[in-house]
């Protein structure tokens, strides 16, 4: 089994940057993808980002690439997403995702969430 703990959301301005961290335990963090989903207020689950058990491949849902990068480091089981010029409408709840597929968005293991809201 794998725990996932997000980390590193708060309150930021719109413009500004914020990078959040999901801590993994429980089964070799190199052995498994992760990704980033986010959900907003009355909206569904979306993918963010993805990054494969390596870090050499990553995949960006289209509204956040160029301004948003995924990142991993499996000698501290930690991956890490760097969200630059954030926007308003990038205000939601985040979530790691580990174990899955970017192209079905299926994961076997999920975080609990960390709230990040962009004002304007």
């Known amino acids: 089994q794998v725990q996932l703990v997000e980390s590193g959301g708060r309150l930021v301005q719109a413009g500004g940057s914020l990078r959040l961290s999901c801590a993994a335990s429980?089964?070799?963090?190199?052995?498994?993808?992760m990704a980033w989903f986010r959900q907003a207020p009355g909206k569904e689950r979306e993918f963010v980002a993805a990054?494969?058990?390596?870090?050499?491949?990553?995949h960006y849902t289209n509204s956040v690439k160029g301004r948003f990068t995924i990142s991993r480091d499996n000698a501290k089981d930690t991956v890490y997403l760097q969200m630059n010029s954030l926007k308003p409408e990038d205000t939601a709840v985040y979530y790691c995702?580990?174990?899955?597929?970017?192209?079905?968005?299926?994961?076997?293991?999920w975080g609990q969430g960390t709230q990040v809201t962009v004002s304007s």
């Open positions: 995702a580990g174990d899955g597929d970017p192209r079905t968005k299926r994961y076997g293991y």
């Open positions: 429980g089964r070799t963090f190199s052995s498994y993808s």
């Open positions: 990054i494969n058990s390596i870090g050499t491949v990553s």
